[in-house]
């Protein structure tokens, strides 16, 4: 259905390894952004950096992950030609900021504007869920996972008394929690219709 927008976020491991495997076995590409994969690629790999500078050895397992499998992705689409020109300044400006946060604020300069771009980075989801109609793309479970794995960032940051974590969770969860409430109205509002 193409006139339905496709509101989808995936920082979960699991789902950079289910759209590996529906990329090679369809090689379908509508709907994926091949943006969205390199960012998510280049901030976990940033955050992998953040967590290796705090002395957080464990947290920096899922980090790896999730930039190695969306990294993946990244590379795939661009075999499929589902590279996005116009971004790839604004991708490189991107890492060229995290590179002068981490030269000049350290691990907290890095863990600040990573924080920062977690609330940037869900933004457009919610804005266009709330904004639409009848968002029927929200993937529920895609969110329920947000909001799992996130909520483990918050406790963590809670645990560690750091603020960085802390926001990226709140975020997280939040966002989470709007996504699934918006999921849940919208699926009222069209067996109400």
């Known amino acids: 259905m193409p006139d339905r927008p496709r509101i989808h976020h995936s920082p979960i491991p699991g789902d950079h ?14 709907g994926v952004s091949w943006s969205w994969a390199t960012l998510t690629s280049v901030n976990n790999a940033a955050w992998f950096c ?8 464990t ?5 790896t992950a999730a930039s190695t499998l969306a990294g993946t992705v990244s590379v795939m689409l661009v075999r499929r030609g589902a590279l996005n020109r116009r971004a790839i300044r604004w991708i490189c400006t991107w890492v060229g900021l995290l590179v002068l946060a981490a030269a000049v604020g350290g691990r907290v300069g890095l863990g600040t504007l990573l924080a920062g771009a977690s609330i940037v980075q869900v933004a457009p989801s919610l804005w266009t869920a709330y904004r639409t109609a009848h968002p029927t793309g929200i ?24 603020p960085r974590l802390i926001t990226l969770g709140t975020t997280g969860v ?3 929690v709007l996504m699934l409430a918006r999921a849940q109205q919208a699926g009222v ?3 109400q219709g």
């Open 17 to 30: 390894a289910a759209a590996i495997l529906k990329l090679r076995r369809t090689g379908d590409t509508a």
């Open 50 to 57: 953040y967590f290796m500078a705090s002395g957080y050895w």
């Open 59 to 63: 947290a920096s397992l899922p980090s």
């Open 139 to 162: 993937s529920k479970s895609t969110w329920a996972l947000v909001c799992g794995e996130l909520s483990c960032w918050l406790v963590f940051g809670l645990w560690k008394t750091d």
């Open 174 to 176: 939040l966002a989470g």
């Open 189 to 191: 509002v069209s067996k």
